[in-house]
């Protein structure tokens, strides 16, 4: 599975977009491009995911480069809520689905 | 609509003594099932998975266990609990077909003392 890297840690004011990128260097043709949050103290939650187009459902939308190889999740309007540790996941298809976290970004949305 | 859910919320249990974590899911037929740890401060770790009843894999070697006796219900286990047992344990469905898109629920805190 691709490796993805991702900021540490990022800001953004209430009420602004938040821009949560992810570089995926090697990731290969297959391979789709998820998103998760969690929230401290709570599951992970699924935000979107991606292959080739972006998407855009009600919670996020997804922009991945046209060489694939780095994403952008973007929170149009970042509420205090969104405090959270936002992950990037490459995975296949698989028959049972492993995912694989890292690190991710903790996003903290200021007032 | 789907619902998941974990119990208890948080367990406070001594070292060597015995625990059984259940998950149930709602509103869905034959999900696939996730056992997932988060250790403090660290990333959450693939236990278990199962894609049917009594169809069980590991991930990774300890000394727990998992069990599907139900379409919708998994159970984590352990004869003897370790310190290093202690986390957050975590259950998530998924639609077999759409495996990556997974669904959590809230969770259950064990403490090892």
């Known amino acids: 599975d691709a490796k993805t890297t991702q900021p540490t840690s990022m800001d953004c004011a209430e009420g602004r977009a938040a821009n949560l990128p992810c570089n995926h260097s090697?990731?290969?043709?297959?391979?789709?491009v998820y998103w998760y949050r969690q929230i401290h103290s709570q599951g992970p939650q699924y935000i979107i995911h991606?292959?080739?187009n972006n998407e855009t459902n009600e919670m996020a939308s997804l922009i991945i480069t046209e060489d694939r190889k780095s994403s952008t999740l973007i929170l149009p309007h970042a509420t205090l809520r969104d405090t959270a540790v936002y992950y990037c996941i490459v995975r296949s298809g698989t028959s049972y689905g492993k995912l694989t976290f890292g690190q991710g970004t903790i996003l903290t949305v200021h007032p | 609509s789907q619902t998941i859910h974990q119990w208890p919320a948080t367990l406070v249990q001594p070292v060597g003594s015995p625990l059984s974590l259940e998950c149930t899911v709602e509103?869905?037929?034959?999900?696939?099932l996730y056992w997932y740890r988060q250790a403090a401060g660290r990333g959450l770790q693939l236990l278990f998975y199962s894609v049917g009843i009594g169809q069980i894999s590991s991930e990774v070697p300890q000394n727990l266990s998992a069990s599907r006796p139900q379409d919708r219900q998994f159970i984590l286990s352990s004869k003897k609990l370790l310190l290093s047992d202690s986390g957050f344990y975590l259950c998530?469905?998924?639609?077999?077909?759409?495996?990556?898109?997974?669904?959590f629920g809230p969770g259950t805190r064990l403490t090892v003392t």
């Open positions: 090697t990731i290969s043709g297959n391979e789709y």
């Open positions: 998530a469905w998924s639609v077999a077909a759409a495996s990556y898109e997974q669904y």
């Open positions: 509103g869905t037929s034959n999900p696939n």
């Open positions: 991606g292959l080739k």
